[in-house]
């Protein structure tokens, strides 16, 4: 892929600036454009990367982030600064997300035993055995996840008033509805090193978001979490596209 397709953004710590250094190395050849935002202080060895500095809302940083971008319309990668890629890489992510033609996507949670997972939130999300992609109707915010050039306009801007970005998989779902491709790519795969949560009100949000789920009728996540179709490794081309079935 030609350099200006793609770009890298998150939001960073300085005690987790390895992980960061590690993912941004991994598109540094390909010509990704990165760009970083620190939460506390900028450290040195990002300083090409880092754009700005100061506390503030997950998904309110990521738009500031997005708008320094200068409309760079490529794939576009954001990404939590303590997730650590245990199978293949984000290139490899967003080649396989251009070949299934998703508008929204995630790697798969590590099937590895990582000594670092902690407790997967969504089920769903964990790698499955003999899957490339499957098409989903769910795509959790954290800790990795791709945004299409095709209908980015769907996603983008992030809604600023979720936040941290809890629930926004339920915006998600109505993408989904809408007629946008969302998808897990089992092919790759990576591991949540940190505690979520971990750095504010973990319980109040959960509790907000398991009120809205009950407002819009569903039981629990599980009502909007289906696998629909499944890309195996010994097909060329997944079952969605055209073609894919007998390919």
Same mark, same amino acid.
């Given at each position: 892929?030609?350099?200006?397709?793609?770009? #890298?953004?998150?939001?960073?710590?300085?005690?987790?600036?390895?992980?960061?250094?590690?993912?941004?190395?991994?598109?540094?050849?390909?010509? =990704?454009?990165?760009? =970083?935002?620190?939460?506390?202080?900028?450290?040195?060895?990002?300083?090409?990367?880092?754009?700005?500095?100061?506390?503030?809302?997950? +998904?309110?940083?990521?738009?500031? *982030?997005?708008?320094?971008?200068?409309?760079?319309? &490529?794939?576009?990668?954001?990404?939590? /600064?303590?997730?650590?890629?245990?199978?293949?890489?984000?290139?490899?992510?967003?080649? *396989?997300?251009?070949?299934?033609?998703?508008?929204?996507?995630?790697?798969?949670?590590?099937?590895?035993?990582?000594?670092?997972?902690?407790?997967?939130? !969504?089920?769903?999300?964990?790698?499955?055995? #003999?899957?490339?992609?499957?098409?989903? @109707?769910?795509?959790?915010?954290?800790?990795?996840?791709?945004? &299409?050039? @095709?209908?980015?306009?769907?996603?983008?801007?992030?809604?600023?008033?979720?936040?941290?970005? =809890?629930?926004?998989?339920? /915006? $998600?779902?109505?993408?989904?509805?809408?007629?946008?491709?969302?998808?897990?790519?089992?092919?790759?795969?990576?591991? !949540?090193?940190?505690?979520?949560?971990? /750095?504010?009100?973990?319980?109040?949000?959960? /509790?907000?978001? !398991?009120?809205?789920?009950?407002?819009?009728?569903?039981?629990? $996540?599980?009502?909007?979490?289906?696998? +629909?179709?499944? $890309?195996?490794? =010994?097909?060329?081309?997944?079952? $969605?596209?055209? &073609?894919?079935?007998?390919?």
């Amino acid at each position: 892929m030609p350099g200006r397709e793609a770009s #890298l953004i998150g939001i960073y710590r300085r005690r987790n600036a390895p992980a960061v250094r590690a993912l941004v190395e991994a598109v540094r050849a390909e010509g =990704w454009v990165t760009a =970083w935002w620190a939460l506390d202080e900028p450290e040195p060895s990002l300083a090409e990367q880092t754009v700005g500095a100061g506390a503030g809302p997950k +998904l309110m940083l990521l738009n500031e *982030l997005v708008r320094r971008l200068d409309g760079d319309p &490529g794939w576009l990668v954001v990404a939590d /600064d303590d997730v650590v890629f245990t199978r293949g890489g984000p290139v490899e992510l967003v080649e *396989l997300c251009e070949r299934g033609q998703l508008d929204l996507a995630q790697p798969a949670r590590s099937d590895d035993n990582s000594r670092f997972e902690f407790n997967v939130a !969504h089920p769903i999300t964990r790698a499955r055995r #003999l899957s490339t992609v499957r098409l989903t @109707t769910f795509v959790e915010v954290g800790p990795l996840f791709v945004v &299409g050039p @095709t209908r980015r306009d769907r996603f983008l801007p992030f809604p600023e008033q979720r936040g941290m970005g =809890w629930g926004v998989e339920l /915006d $998600w779902y109505e993408r989904w509805r809408g007629g946008c491709r969302l998808g897990i790519v089992d092919a790759v795969q990576v591991a !949540h090193t940190g505690e979520p949560g971990a /750095d504010y009100d973990f319980a109040s949000e959960a /509790d907000r978001v !398991h009120r809205e789920l009950a407002e819009r009728g569903f039981d629990g $996540w599980k009502d909007v979490q289906r696998t +629909l179709a499944c $890309w195996r490794p =010994w097909r060329r081309r997944p079952p $969605w596209i055209p &073609g894919g079935a007998a390919g």
